[in-house]
């Protein structure tokens, strides 16, 4: 079944704007991790977060992680056009070598 | 440094025909992965290499579905007869073997599948 679910699942917001997109997952985590995929494109890594971890930051993105509710947060401040794309969050219980991924957000960011 | 690639990027195909996806990891890189997406629903794990061996082929669907990587190097992943539902983009990934090796993978482009 699928672990990690991001809401929205579309979101559109004019350049320079902030967004947000959060994901829940269902069982206890190792860490989290937050990919981009442009279209056409292959995933590409974007940042990880510990379980033991509450907030993390890599130049505009910034992740949250509450573990008591199981969800998380990946914000993209300052947006460009190039952000467009769909963001997945992906976790790792720890115990295997698979990541659980969730059905990803559309961002289109507009000029 | 060459990323991941996969071959071919597209591939349509009649239901009931063979279709085989390849994946070159990154050089070095002793894990490899495959992922689907179908219509545009979550990623799914299908599969996962150390080296030659599979790791875990928990997710694969059905035994329609075989993959392979002789030598421990490029996998390929085969689809006998394809069905409808087979539909998607396949995604390969790889990382390097060790403490943290699934903390990072490393996406190809995909394939994208189509199946009439």
């Known amino acids: 079944s699928q672990q990690g679910e991001e809401d929205p699942q579309a979101l559109s917001i004019q350049e320079g704007e902030n967004a947000t997109m959060n994901c829940s997952y269902k069982t206890s985590i190792n860490n989290l991790q937050w990919y981009r995929q442009n279209s056409g494109r292959g995933l590409v890594h974007l940042i990880l977060i510990r379980s033991n971890e509450r907030e993390k930051h890599s130049g505009r993105l910034r992740v949250t992680l509450d573990t008591s509710k199981k969800s998380s947060s990946l914000l993209i401040t300052a947006s460009r056009a190039a952000d467009t794309a769909s963001y997945f969050c992906?976790?790792?219980?720890?115990?295997?070598?698979?990541?659980?991924f969730g059905a990803g957000t559309t961002v289109t960011v507009r000029a | 440094e060459a990323g991941v690639t996969q071959f071919p990027s597209h591939s349509v195909i009649e239901k009931g025909q063979t279709v085989t996806l390849r994946c070159d990891p990154i050089s070095g890189h002793d894990n490899l992965y495959w992922y689907r997406r179908v219509m545009g629903k979550e990623i799914k794990f299908l599969l996962h290499f150390v080296k030659e061996s599979k790791q875990d082929e928990s997710g694969m669907p059905n035994n329609r579905f075989l993959a392979e990587r002789t030598g421990g190097t490029y996998s390929t992943l085969k689809v006998q007869p394809a069905e409808l539902e087979d539909s998607g983009v396949y995604f390969c990934?790889?990382?390097?073997?060790?403490?943290?090796?699934?903390?990072?993978?490393?996406f190809g482009s995909g394939t994208q599948l189509s199946v009439l």
């Open positions: 990934a790889s990382s390097s073997l060790g403490q943290g090796a699934n903390e990072k993978l490393f």
């Open positions: 992906a976790t790792d219980a720890g115990h295997d070598y698979k990541l659980s």
